[in-house]
């Protein structure tokens, strides 16, 4: 395996850890939806977290959170319409982005709620 797949599969495995620590329950991780892959799919009281998780190695070319496109975002709407669909939930949905980089050795995680998009 490429490096850089380990490195994210490290990250979403970190990712999962830091929202279990914070309350979420973890409904699912990679769900597949035509193109698109949601990374983790996570519920904490009446809220859907839909979590895009961003890991790099450094930041020196730019924040972790900087990498999710605009195309990445439409993906992941589409994906969503149909989980909550098929699940037939009624939560409030939210996408969030954790963003994950080494600095000095260690993992620091940045979770940022509501990242984009709103509905």
Do not use: C
């Not at 994906?79 to 939210?94: F, H, K, Q």
Request: glycine share 6%; hydrophobic share 45%.
């Amino acid at each position: 395996m490429a490096e850089h797949n380990e490195l994210g599969k490290l990250g979403e495995e970190l990712a999962v850890a830091f929202l279990q620590q914070n309350g979420y329950d973890i409904l699912e991780t990679n769900w597949v939806f035509q193109k698109a892959e949601i990374d983790i799919i996570a519920q904490k009281e009446t809220v859907l977290a839909i979590v895009e998780v961003k890991t790099r190695s450094s930041i020196d070319f730019g924040l972790p959170q900087d990498f999710v496109k605009p195309k990445k975002i439409q993906l992941l709407v589409k994906a969503v319409n149909e989980y909550v669909i098929s699940n037939d939930l009624d939560l409030g949905v939210r996408f969030d982005i954790i963003a994950i980089h080494r600095e000095e050795g260690e993992f620091k995680i940045e979770h940022l709620e509501d990242a984009f998009y709103h509905f």
